[in-house]
């Protein structure tokens, strides 16, 4: 269906969105790890991957409500610095992506909670198991995405652990990076 060319090189990208993929938890087919093989099978020069650091999928409900406040907190405090109150796009997010994504979280279970964020570690293993290698980041690359950090604030931090960046806020990762082969 990709109609790929001899000599074109395949790139996938998982830009915040590999999450709402149902895993093991919530279908016994897991189509989590179903899709990571089915694109590890197409051969991809690259796949890149970038996702909440924050741990909801299946953590109990108590645990999973003090991951989302502490994680949106910290979301919230950083747009805080760089976004004014009453700007139009920054109440769009903060209603149609942040709030629905907590009200997600906290009220639904089941197949109705698609908001399953997991931490680097266990994306790894999935990545893993799927038969990927990881592949290193640029330390140039993590040095110009770092000053430009400080443009905005010093509370925001980039950190380079196990081949993959972290960003986050004060001492809150909120975004992993990462890419495979």
């Known amino acids: 269906m990709l109609e790929i060319k001899p000599g074109e090189a395949l790139v996938v990208n998982f830009p ?23 694109v590890k099978s197409l051969n991809p020069k690259l796949t890149t991957l970038v996702e909440q650091e924050s741990n909801t999928n299946t953590t109990p409900f108590l645990a999973r409500f003090v991951e989302t406040m502490e994680f ?38 089941g197949k109705e909670r698609v908001e399953r964020h997991e931490l680097l570690g266990k994306w790894k293993s ?25 443009c905005y604030s010093e509370h925001y931090t980039l950190v380079e652990k196990d081949g993959a960046m972290l960003l986050g806020w004060k001492d809150r990762n909120l975004i992993s990076a990462s890419a495979w082969r």
């Open 72 to 109: 949106y907190l910290a979301m919230f405090e950083c747009i805080d610095v760089t976004l004014p109150r009453d700007q139009k796009e920054r109440i769009g997010v903060e209603q149609q992506c942040l709030a629905r994504d907590i009200v997600n979280i906290i009220a639904c279970e």
């Open 126 to 150: 999935r990545f893993t198991m799927a038969g990927f290698r990881q592949y290193p980041l640029s330390s140039y690359v993590n040095s110009v995405i770092r000053s430009l950090l400080r």
């Open 16 to 38: 915040l969105q590999l999450h709402h993929t149902p895993d093991e938890s919530v279908d016994m087919t897991n189509p989590r790890d179903g899709l990571l093989r089915m």
